[in-house]
T-cell receptor
């Protein structure tokens, strides 16, 4: 069975541009979460979506947005990119999301975003 | 709000030696606790989790962790480390609408 897949693997953008990252969850999983991992730090929670609704949001500016589609895949959008947005962006899926984070999350390999 | 501390930034052990990685958390209710491992260039792999019940939990690759409510700790242990265990280890706490990772502990293994 396929795990969590993310695309693209690597991405280079310049300051001020916009970027869209994509995530396909494990088949049957209805919840997707996004994390930002800056080099040398632990991942930081950005969003959780369950059944196409936002169920949780971390401490990130409004430049960050996401959505979940009927097939449970998800996109993360970041507008007006800053140098500090350079990071590994991780997507995780879980079976459920209605109970908050009491479910096991399975992580993809991530998208490495470099902002120049 | 939840928070997680991992006091040790970097630990070096010899292959075959025992290992303990420390984790302390802050959360108002009963937490969901996790340990993840990340190898270079890889995503995060779940080692074990604690939701409720027995406070000593067994995970994959011979790891175990003990939940101690009185100390707000969830330390990870392994009796005999293998060279392939060298990686970054993250403790995490989930609850409500947030999921918080600690800063990580880098494990190096000497031959």
């Amino acid at each position: 069975d396929a795990g969590v897949t993310q695309s693209p693997t690597h991405l280079i953008k310049t300051r001020g541009q916009q970027v869209t990252l994509r995530c396909s969850p494990i088949s049957g999983h209805k919840s997707v979460s996004w994390y930002q991992q800056v080099l040398g730090q632990g991942p930081q929670f950005i969003f959780q979506y369950y059944e196409k609704e936002e169920r949780g949001r971390g401490n990130f500016p409004d430049r960050f947005s996401a959505r979940q589609f009927p097939n449970y895949s998800s996109e993360l959008n970041v507008n007006a990119l800053l140098l500090g947005d350079s990071a590994l962006y991780l997507c995780a899926s879980s079976l459920e999301g209605s109970g908050g984070f009491g479910n096991i999350q399975y992580f993809g390999a991530g998208t490495r975003l470099s902002v120049l | 709000a939840q928070s997680v501390t991992q006091p040790d930034i970097h630990i070096t052990v010899s292959e075959g030696a025992s290992l303990e990685l420390r984790c302390n958390y802050s959360y108002g209710a009963t937490p969901y606790l996790f340990w993840y491992v990340q190898s270079p260039g890889q995503g995060l792999q779940l080692l074990l989790k604690y939701f409720s019940g027995d406070t000593l939990v067994q995970g994959i690759k011979g790891f175990e962790a003990e939940f101690k409510r009185s100390q707000s700790s969830f330390n990870l242990r392994k009796p005999s480390v293998h060279w392939s265990d060298a990686a970054e280890y993250y403790c995490a706490v989930g609850g409500g609408q947030n999921f918080v990772f600690g800063p990580g502990t880098r494990l190096s293994v000497l031959p």
